[in-house]
T-cell receptor, first 110, second 114 residues
Framework: NAGVTQTPKFRVLKTGQSMTLLCAQD?????MYWYRQDPGMGLRLIHY???????AKGEVPDGYNVSRLKKQNFLLGLESAAPSQTSVYFC?????????FGPGTRLTVL | AQSVTQPDIHITVSEGASLELRCNYS??????LFWYVQSPGQGLQLLLK??????LVQGIKGFEAEFKRSQSSFNLRKPSVHWSDAAEYFC????????????FGAGTTVTVRA
């Protein structure tokens, strides 16, 4: 039982490049979330999903897209990366009002 | 929309001393309340949570938190701090009633001195 895993752990992009972050959970959770963490700002919700095939916008969705084609996976895409998207990205899934977090992906956009 | 304020950005405490981290929230009803801890380079670990009932909540690692409705607060405490408690602590709220989206405070960094 791996819990919530994130791929990759680190990534450096150039402005304008695209990439996809993968989140996987093996706990059969319905709800999944993507957050970004920036110094002095805590974590902010980017997008979330309440089940397979569904997605919704969170607090800071601009510049990101998501997909939930399989219940266990939640993908976060950056179509054209910008320096403002340099951050640490956390994925989480929910059971019984408790969110389980992945280890994070540190993304730098140059 | 709900919001969370952690007034203290950084706290330094001596090992063995008590610790209290403050958290105030703004929300129309009583939300679900959480405290998470993040060690450097790590993900977030849940310390404790409050949904209803007894306003004093016990968590892991010897932490406890008290919900005070009149003050819209959910402060975290530990009677005796260990060096391993050095970390960043986040207070978070969720609306509840099947809405689990978390809003986080900005975090409080705790430094423990010998």
């Amino acid at each position: 039982n791996a819990g919530v895993t994130q791929t990759p752990k680190f990534r450096v992009l150039k402005t304008g490049q695209s990439m996809t972050l993968l989140c996987a959970q093996d706990m059969n959770h319905e709800y999944m979330y993507w957050y970004r963490q920036d110094p002095g700002m805590g974590l902010r919700l980017i997008h979330y999903s309440v089940g397979e095939g569904t997605t919704a916008k969170g607090e800071v969705p601009d510049g990101y897209n998501v997909s939930r084609l399989k219940k266990q996976n939640f993908l976060l895409g950056l179509e054209s990366a910008a320096p403002s998207q340099t951050s640490v990205y956390f994925c989480a899934s929910t059971r019984a009002n408790e969110q389980f977090f992945g280890p994070g992906t540190r993304l730098t956009v140059l | 929309a709900q919001s969370v304020t952690q007034p203290d950005i950084h706290i330094t405490v001596s090992e063995g001393a008590s610790l209290e981290l403050r958290c105030n929230y703004s929300y129309g009803a009583t939300p679900y309340l959480f405290w998470y801890v993040q060690s450097p380079g790590q993900g977030l670990q849940l310390l404790l949570k409050y949904f209803s009932g007894d306003t004093l909540v016990q968590g892991i690692k010897g932490f406890e938190a008290e919900f005070k409705r009149s003050q819209s607060s959910f402060n975290l405490r530990k009677p005796s701090v260990h060096w391993s408690d050095a970390a960043e602590y986040f207070c978070a709220v969720a609306p509840g009633s099947n809405d689990y989206k978390l809003s986080f405070g900005a975090g409080t960094t705790v430094t423990v001195r010998a």
